[in-house]
T-cell receptor, first 118, second 113 residues
Framework: AQKVTQAQTEISVVEKEDVTLDCVYE???????LFWYKQPPSGELVFLIR??????QNEISGRYSWNFQKSTSSFNFTITASQVVDSAVYFC???????????????FGTGTRLQVTL | DGGITQSPKYLFRKEGQNVTLSCEQN?????MYWYRQDPGQGLRLIYY???????QKGDIAEGYSVSREKKESFPLTVTSAQKNPTAFYLC????????????FGSGTRLTVV
């Protein structure tokens, strides 16, 4: 069975602070994909990143960066110099590869609500 | 533009009535999914379909039904057997086996009174 744990339910920061959202996962698949999505108040899911299990390189995209560590089964997300527009719920998700066929199911964490204030 | 359309955005129903949520995609994706979102519980999988005329139960299928008569469409019916149907429902789709790009609709917020 797959499981994604986002232990931080809610985080509040002041604008320009850096913030890290934690994600820990469990899977028996040897090949898998990890995702981060942003959900603004309007409700739609905005795709942020996809990372496969063979690629442990950290990635940076503007103010966003991701730290993938297989040894600790973690895929943490850092926002540098946070802005009010970053306020949203952020979800980490996981899908396996083997034995799941074409419809690989996404397993989501419970989300972390980030509130950035002035 | 290609994407997923969920309608309506807001839906109100009386307790005991069945209601059908629409999900249409023009991405030519094979797989489609329905997720339910409740506050503090993340997204949970209700049903998914890998191909036309085929679908499987997800983690919380009780009280729901689906059909997949066309590749583009995957409607979800919330039946009167669903004990707590008020929630936010998201539809998603995915391309082929090697395609791990999921596309999500904008969601339907169902309120049962």
């Amino acid at each position: 069975a797959q499981k994604v744990t986002q232990a931080q339910t809610e985080i509040s920061v002041v604008e320009k602070e850096d913030v890290t959202l934690d994600c820990v996962y469990e899977t028996r698949d040897t090949t898998y994909y990890l995702f981060w999505y942003k959900q603004p108040p309007s409700g739609e899911l905005v795709f942020l990143i996809r990372r496969n299990s063979f690629d442990e390189q950290n990635e940076i995209s503007g103010r966003y960066s991701w730290n993938f560590q297989k040894s600790t089964s973690s895929f943490n997300f850092t926002i540098t110099a946070s802005q009010v527009v970053d306020s949203a719920v952020y979800f980490c998700a996981l899908t396996g590869f083997i034995n799941t066929g074409t419809a690989s199911k996404l397993t989501f964490g419970t989300g972390t609500r980030l509130q950035v204030t002035l | 533009d290609g994407g997923i359309t969920q309608s309506p955005k807001y839906l109100f129903r009386k307790e005991g009535q069945n209601v059908t949520l629409s999900c249409e995609q023009n991405l030519n994706h094979d797989a489609m999914y329905w997720y339910r979102q409740d506050p503090g519980q993340g997204l949970r999988l209700i049903y998914y379909s890998q191909i036309v005329n085929d679908f499987q139960k997800g983690d919380i299928a009780e009280g729901y039904s689906v059909s997949r008569e066309k590749k583009e469409s995957f409607p979800l019916t919330v039946t009167s057997a669903q004990k707590n149907p008020t929630a936010f429902y998201l539809c998603a789709s995915k391309g082929g086996q090697r395609d791990y790009g999921y596309t999500f609709g904008s969601g339907t917020r169902l309120t049962v009174v």
